[in-house]
């Protein structure tokens, strides 16, 4: 069953679809950089030792992002 | 660190971009590229100018440029920011754009990484838009190898229509072709045919409403308007009307796009925007994309989305993983050095380990260098006296110039060419970003920037060099933290001092073997210090005057690669750690004859050196210090290497530094002024926390544009560290412990 669910939420190891970004300006503009577009793919990898940031892999690069960043973007998840 | 010539000090005050042709034969190219993806690389491979390298995004964050001569041709090489994209999404994106589009360079080369190679053609796909003088360059092919990555160059070449390059610039494997290709594409020898894209129907609409207009309005300015020199030579050579670019130019009109049209006025000398037609067209474009259900936010989601896919495809074409978990040895590496855990005690373990090397590793030469450079003073006093030269002359020449000299050099060189190696290993290596990430979470709380601890890694080298890289930092606010508490990180120059004090007065208390264990753990506590200093003033600076909320932000953490090992050793020795040399010993010099002079000439019964230091004196006892000592750092303003020369220089009577063979002769020197371990101790947290040298003061100035942050990047620290020493000197005195 698909859930969507905000980026932060996905579990260490698991991959998930973009589905949505929620935030704009500036920070929406970062987010498209990276080459999240809809339905771009994204892993979760590792969280640093307190917990935030996380590093996803998005296409093939690996990104931190804090969970602030990482909640406003939606993703569909198995 | 990033401690070369660059950066050092020379280099960062010299940010402004100017190119100069020597002849008018002379190609100028940019080189452009994704951060981390070996730039530098290609860039020194080809010039032979040592501009720093380091596996970590953000680099060069200032425009570098060098030269090499290929045939019969000399070619200017300008590297730019590293970027991933031309959107202008950052200074560092502004800058890079505005140079391949008004900088009229006569080829760009875009450097990309084979190991993530669709991402980079991201950058690639834009920068098409703007200029068709273009060679892609893939580099890091061994790398790509190793992942078993395989990539069809002859293919990628057919897609973009542009010459393709392989390359791995690290063995500078490639680099003749890529040579090549730059001439050949410079002197019109080959026929480029660069890919033209659309973007959807809507947008395609959209532009179709501004382009024809751009290019009547353009073409009118440039029959009717007084141009300036540069954009005549813009428009002359076709670089503005062109169709390409023109197409490019309206749609970045309907986004919207402010920087492009500042960029405009000033590289071009007019405001579009004046124009109330084109201001009408771009309206309507406007008007029509929102009829059709497409705002501001949708509109720069398709342009980037038809780029993204774009890549997605040519890189699907061109692109074979022959090992799908080629990354897997990198999240191995990962989640241990940044596992909950291991993380922060392996990163205070790595640091504590290049300490204790640079410590253990410095005495021996230290020693050597003390007694050849001593030995050679007993020949030059006999040469002076052989010159007759009048004794006063000799010494001061001698006694305050030379011995001064030596302190810097015998004291500083050696731990800088064990420390900077071992740091720069680190920093090849690709751990530094893991230092950001395990980081972030203090600077998330203290509502500063992750990327502060990359600036804090270069203040270790060089706080000018870490206060230019601040502009990683897009947020104003968030790059003014982190420059104002840079200088919380002590640098090079301060290191020796603080070696020193730890080794005399510390590590002389335990036998042996363990002194240099106690001498690292000291010196990791003052470190830590620092940065927990920087955390505390960082917070401080945030809820005060420079309120706000952390910024968003994205870290790259780039795959690990192998150090080469023999180009560190090189670089370390010949061009950082000779170079810091060089300006310490430049500044010590003038310091050493002033210091010498103020030492011997006498009012009354005190020198002019006591009675600046009498007059300190109640002052600097409050903070655990004597009025001497803070003379030494008021007097080591131009640079920090030289407060111990300075100190033990006023403490002989005869007004010239001893021949301190051995640490013990200091100790007795210190200890018979009436030094004790909370003088020791308030000086190394004086060393640590007071006001930044003459060149970080410079260039906290050149980079802020402001008198004011100077003044306060000046004040904060050195408020820090006289309330931290004066708590410090209360408390343990009311306790009686000394």
Known sequence: MEIIIPLNNLPLGKKAKVCELKSSGIMRRRMLDLGLI????????????????????????????????????????? | MGLTNQSTGAGVLESELKIERISPNDKVIALAGNPNVGKSTVFNSLTGLNQHTGNWPGKTVTNAQGSYIHKDRNFILVDI?????????????????????????????????ATCLERNLNLVLQTLEITKNLIVCVNLLDEAKRKKIHINLKELSNRLGVPVVGTNARSSKGLKELMDAVYDITSNKIQINPMRFNYDDLIEEAIKIVEPNLVKILTEVHRNTLLNEASIDLFSKNVIIDTQRIRWISLKLIDGDKTLLKAMEKYLGFDLMENQNLLIYIENARRFLSKNGVDHDQLRDRIVSCIVKLAEEISRDTVTFHNEKYNSMDRKIDSVLTSKIFGIPIMIGLLGVIFWLTITGANYPSEIIATLLFGIERHLTDFFIWAETPQWVCDLLVMGIYRTLVWVVSVMLPPMAIFFPLFTFLEDLGYLPRVAFNLDSFFKRACAH????LTMCMGFGCNAAGIVGCRIIDSPRERLIAIITNNFVPCNGRFPTLIAIITIFFAGMVPGTLKSIVSTLALLIVIILGVVMTFLISNILSKTILKGLPSSFTLELPPYRKPQIGRIIIRSIFDRTLFVLGRAIAVAAPA??????????????????????????PFAHLAGLDGYILMAFILSFPANEIVIPIIIMSYMATGNILELDSLNELRDLLLSHGWTWLTAVCVMLFSLMHFPCGTTCWTIKKETQSLKWTIISFLIPTITGIVICFITASVVRLLGLV
Request: charged share 20%.
């Open chain 2, 450 to 453: 992750g990327k502060q601890a």
């Open chain 2, 81 to 113: 920011p590293g970027t991933y994209s031309l959107m202008a999404n950052s200074v560092e994106e502004e800058v890079a754009r505005d140079f391949v589009c008004f900088g009229n360079p006569d080829a760009t080369i875009i450097v990309t990484d």
């Open chain 1, 38 to 78: 809809l339905d771009t793919e994204v892993e979760a990898l590792q969280k640093s030792p307190s917990g935030d940031p996380t590093a996803y892999n998005i296409r093939g690069a690996v990104i931190a992002l804090r969970s602030e960043e990482a909640g406003n973007i939606l993703v569909r998840a198995n």
């Open chain 2, 592 to 617: 050493g004859l002033i210091i010498w002079i103020m030492a011997n000439v006498h009012v009354g019964a005190l020198s002019l050196l006591d009675h600046c230091a009498v007059f300190l004196q």
